[in-house]
């Protein structure tokens, strides 16, 4: 079983358009997270929701937005893409605190290509 | 903002040696974490060091933490080609635990 699953794996879209990616955790984790990696590898967070309450928001264009209906789900839509959108979306997991030595659980990420 | 400035940028080795990465902060933090990510996959958790902490191990994994020249270092040993993959660490801030991530050491261990 998939620990974190992020759908769909591969987005390719015209500039302009919506859309959105979904991310769902089996672990009983209270904490979801969207990251952002760039062509350069860097990751950069964007969001965190804690038992569906919005705990991190990073400076983030409000063309997107996280939606958590429950603790288990938390996806994010995009509004009017943009060429500068295009990288790879990780959806990410973890128990608070984290002290307890498990850190975050990642998804296999979303690779979004906007033309 | 970028925390963790991962050291070097890039590491070729031979299999069998082994392979230091280094990392340093900026601001003070809760925890420490290393993750690996292999090309074209999502990240995953290799260790955790609390900032109370200075050293952990794991199999080949050993870390260290020196919170007065905010570093850290990530040492895996007997290297084997399955190793490559880019390694990051990261550090946990704040109530909220966010983990701020390094630019990451991409890691080639050569057969």
């Known amino acids: 079983d998939t620990a974190v699953s992020q759908t769909p794996k591969y987005l390719v879209t015209q500039m302009g358009n919506d859309k959105s990616i979904k991310c769902e955790q089996n672990l009983g984790h209270d904490t979801m997270y969207w990251y952002k990696q760039d062509s350069k590898k860097f990751l950069k967070i964007m969001f965190s929701y804690n038992n569906k309450e919005l705990i991190i928001n990073e400076t983030v264009p409000n063309r997107f937005s996280p939606k958590s209906p429950d603790k288990a789900h938390l996806n994010l839509h995009i509004n009017s893409l943009e060429l500068g959108d295009s990288a790879v979306y990780f959806c990410?997991?973890?128990?608070?605190?984290?002290?307890?030595?498990?850190?975050?659980?990642f998804g296999s990420g979303t690779r979004l290509t906007v033309v | 903002s970028q925390q963790g400035e991962e050291d070097p940028q890039a590491l070729s080795i031979q299999e069998g040696e082994n392979a230091t990465m280094n990392c340093s902060y900026k601001t003070s933090i809760n925890n420490l974490q290393w993750y690996r990510q292999n090309s074209g996959r999502g990240l995953v958790h290799l260790i955790l060091i609390r900032s109370n902490e200075r050293e952990k191990h794991s199999g080949r994994l050993r870390v260290t933490l020196d919170t007065s020249k905010k570093s850290s270092s990530l040492l895996i040993t007997a290297s084997r080609a399955a190793d490559t993959a880019s390694y990051f660490c990261a550090t946990a801030q704040g109530g909220s635990e966010k983990l701020v991530f390094g630019k990451g050491t991409k890691l080639t261990v050569n057969p």
């Open positions: 990410a997991s973890s128990r608070l605190p984290s002290a307890g030595g498990a850190g975050y659980t």
